[in-house]
């Protein structure tokens, strides 16, 4: 796929972190499968990835949770 910010690389598969801030919680979530532009790094979630971190960011802030880091499963 064509980077749709850069115009000039194509983004690949890849492994992402990603950070989420929801009601003073801070999760973040490493090993996210994505597309990366090999050109100037721009990342691309799917909406079932998507989905799936935001529905695991209200679980663990509706667990009054602070800061938790944990690494991707695939389902």
């Not at 499968?33 to 721009?42: D, F, P």
């Amino acid at each position: 796929m064509e980077c749709v910010i850069c115009k000039h690389g194509d983004a690949g598969a890849g492994a992402i972190t990603v950070t989420l801030e929801l009601q003073g919680m801070t999760l973040v979530v490493k090993a996210v499968q994505a597309l990366v532009c090999a050109n100037c790094g721009e990342e691309y979630l799917d909406e079932e990835i998507t989905a799936r971190l935001l529905k695991l960011t209200e679980e663990v802030a509706r667990a009054g949770i602070q800061v938790d880091i944990r690494d991707f499963v695939t389902a």
